[in-house]
DNA sequence: AGCACGCCGACT
DNA sequence: GTCGGCGTGCTC
């Protein structure tokens, strides 16, 4: 007997999706990309349909039917479907799961997709009458009622108006705030700076891309003025009629880049980050799809956003690892823009001032365009980057003389500092100087930090804290040493040795919450602000015009990492730090760059220095290319955890066997591992991997599906947590 | 993941 | 005698 059945993927683990029978009556309701609800076990699910009903034989299996349709048609275009499909193939990660990352969570839950509009708020004559004659007391009326006086309030799909919602309804009760047309208007709203030569010819090789798909690379100083160059291009595209996704690294970067967005082309651009609720989110993602947004700016997840007609994809510092999912469905971001970016014939622009290797190898390949833009809009060039060394001059709380000295010299020339140390807390140990013990983590094998304004050690690793204690655990000795230096002592050394001077700490645990962050950066901008101490958040993106010298407080953590990425990504930080210095004209006194470690011979470090970011990148292709490492090899990683080591390891060598029974001798596949994570231990489980290595993507993909099935069928596998990494950035 | 079914220990 | 532990099996 023929059925109608349509395959409809499903929130749940299972790596495939479910067919359903189609009610004759719903057959032309049913096409893919539309919601269902379904019976499933003894519940009822929310789905997406993803092909299309088709004819089948019964096979004798009782189908269920389709209980209800939720959508009169699709939610996405049917690019949209085929992103999440691909990418659920390409990670080896359940359909549904991949899905409900794709989608907001009221549309998941089969909320209706209806969303709530852009909206211009206005003052009203009653309004600017009230507001004159408003009581002392209603201070929010007030400033509601004068912060429209000053300008419309344009609200962005899904944005909060950031005022009460009481205090809003009350004014348009009142009819002192009227809702005015919120338009999109396509094209410039406020007039485009002048571009430098620089910019111009950058422009216009970006510009001679054929029309269709293309990856350009845009390899751009600090400073460099990358973010004008994707405003033209988003203009150009959307006098085209077309959309704009522009992808950054993370939460803290949106409100800059949307703002100034915004300012170029109003209601258009809507953002899409974390820090939204989910009811804007879903307002966004709606406004997307109906091309009430034509410019969405936001992270990673953005990508998933249903675009009707996406013309230009932007992945601003396309080398940040926050592109990287690190837990769950284990997507990158960048890589996912440009397959959308193909899909929908778009123009995509990567850029950064230290771009990934795998960018560049591709560029070199010819794969990608290369564009580069070396002049600073300033036209100073970057400082020149000096080596303190620590095995020369000793330290007082990790700072050494000469780079005090220069701290001096900068803050009397009316200049500001920064000081860049990538670790937070006191001090990395607590060592009890007569048997040197060290505080261990009780969950982790890793030492506690010290936070000493907290009066803690702490975790960095899983976050458990503990109080210090007054006497050695071990011996009973009485003298415990905070051994290293983090944050807060290179802060309280600086605020010592510079009473008098503002200095500011910039790191997770000084910000958390609320809009520290943005403050604080207002307050720098200000000029109040003369010594910054911060983690790499102070590396990314901010600028800083009287920022005139960068300390780096120790380079040589990543020189000794086992990571292979240790030495890229070290490049890459310490390049966009020193580019944090000199950026504007009326910097005040040449710009410097300082860097203290213990290696200064170190041929990379040296190599950073003397040739640049892209001669080391050179370097570092060579040393993939020899190890068959990305990019010239491809990795896939399996991780497992469990309460003890053993347990890990028979669950991997039992991978390892089906795997080697799946591949034949000679395959091109290697396995390495079974082999402890570099921390073994964390948050109390024990952590292992295997890695499958390939100098072709092809052999290696092939034999993830049946393997993946065999490894779920492995008794092991129930009773540990593992998980599957196509891609990894980091081995654990 | 959920949610059922199923077969062994300490409690009203 | 039952409530409940988590092993294991299934979900169109």
Redesign the pocket.
């Known amino acids: 007997m023929a059925l109608d059945l349509v395959a409809v993927a499903l929130p749940?683990?299972?790596r495939r999706c479910?067919?359903?029978?189609v009610p004759p009556e719903l057959r032309a309701c049913l096409p893919p990309g539309v919601r269902v609800e379904?019976?499933?076990?003894?519940?009822q699910l929310i789905g997406l349909v993803v092909s299309a009903p088709r004819q089948a034989e019964g096979g004798g299996?009782q189908?269920?039917p389709v209980s209800r349709v939720l959508d009169p048609a699709p939610l996405a275009p049917p690019d949209w479907l085929k992103l999440v499909l691909w990418a659920a193939e390409y990670y080896q990660y359940p359909v549904g799961e991949v899905v409900a990352a794709a989608l907001p969570a009221p549309l998941r839950e089969g909320r209706p997709a209806l969303g709530r509009q852009a909206r211009r708020l206005g003052l009203t004559g009653a309004g600017r009458q009230a507001l004159a004659l408003l009581p002392a007391r209603a201070h929010r009326q007030r400033a509601l009622l004068s912060a429209l006086a000053a300008a419309d309030l344009q609200l962005l799909a899904g944005e909060a108006s950031g005022f009460d919602a009481a205090v809003l309804r009350k004014a348009l009760e009142q009819q002192w705030v009227e809702e005015r047309d919120a338009v999109a208007e396509p094209g410039a709203r406020t007039a485009a700076p002048p571009l430098s030569a620089a910019q111009q010819q950058a422009l216009a090789a970006l510009q001679s891309a054929p029309p269709g798909f293309s990856v350009s690379l845009l390899e751009g100083v600090t400073g460099s003025g990358k973010t004008e160059l994707y405003l033209r291009l988003a203009e150009q595209t959307l006098l085209a009629g077309r959309q704009v996704l522009v992808l950054v690294p993370e939460i803290g970067l949106t409100p800059q880049l949307s703002a100034r967005f915004a300012e170029r082309f109003g209601a258009a651009v809507a953002s899409f980050h974390s820090g939204m609720t989910e009811v804007e989110r879903n307002d966004a993602w709606l406004a997307v799809a109906a091309r009430r947004v034509q410019v969405l700016v936001g992270t990673r997840s953005a990508v998933f956003a249903p675009f009707a007609d996406l013309g230009l994809v932007v992945v601003d510092e396309e080398h940040d690892a926050s592109y990287k999912q690190q837990e769950g469905f284990r997507y990158h971001a960048r890589d996912l823009a440009l397959l959308r970016a193909k899909e929908c014939a778009a123009m995509a622009v990567l850029g950064s001032a230290t771009p990934a290797l795998e960018s560049l190898a591709h560029a070199r390949s010819g794969r990608y365009r290369h564009v580069r833009l070396e002049q600073r809009i300033s036209g100073r060039a970057p400082p020149p980057a000096q080596l303190i060394d620590l095995n020369v001059y000793p330290t007082r709380h990790g700072l050494t003389e000469p780079l005090l000295a220069a701290v001096s010299r900068h803050l009397e020339a009316g200049g500001q500092c920064l000081l860049f140390i990538n670790r937070r807390g006191y001090a990395p140990t607590l060592l009890c100087e007569v048997c040197h013990w060290t505080a261990p983590c009780r969950h982790c094998d890793a030492r506690m930090t010290l936070h000493r304004a907290r009066g803690r050690l702490v975790c960095h690793h899983c976050g458990h804290e503990e109080l210090p204690p007054r006497v050695c655990p071990s011996c009973g000795g009485a003298r415990l040493l905070p051994v290293g230096e983090g944050t807060e002592r290179i802060e309280d050394a600086l605020r010592n040795h510079f009473p008098g001077h503002r200095v500011e700490r910039f790191d997770a645990e000084r910000l958390r919450g609320g809009d520290k962050l943005e403050r604080l950066l207002d307050e720098v901008r200000a000029r109040k602000v003369e010594i910054l101490v911060g983690t790499q958040m102070l590396a990314k993106g901010h600028d800083f015009p009287a920022l005139s010298l960068v300390g780096v407080v120790n380079a040589d953590q990543a020189l000794f990492s086992a990571d292979f990425r240790a030495v890229e990504r070290l490049g890459q930080l310490l390049t966009q730090v020193a580019g944090r210095a000199g950026r504007a004209e009326q910097s005040p006194h040449p710009a410097e760059v300082l860097i203290q470690t213990r290696e200064p011979q170190n041929p990379q470090l040296r190599l950073l220095l003397g040739a640049g970011y892209g001669a080391l990148a050179e370097r570092l292709l060579a040393e993939r290319a020899e190890a068959g490492l990305p990019p010239s090899g491809h990795l896939v990683l399996l991780r497992a955890e469990a309460p003890h080591m053993t347990e890990a390891q028979v669950f991997l060598r039992g991978a390892r066997d089906l795997a080697l029974a799946m591949l034949d001798g000679a395959s091109e596949v290697q396995l390495l591992g079974p082999a402890p994570a570099p921390m073994e231990r964390r948050e109390g489980r024990y952590r292992a991997q295997l890695l499958l290595q390939a100098s072709r993507r092809a052999p290696l993909h092939r034999l993830l599906p049946g393997w993946l099935d065999q490894l779920e069928a492995l008794?092991a596998a129930?009773r540990l947590r593992w998980s599957l990494d196509v891609d990894p950035i980091d081995l654990f």
């Open positions: 749940t683990p299972l479910f067919d359903y029978l379904v019976p499933f076990g003894r519940r299996y189908y269920k008794p129930r």
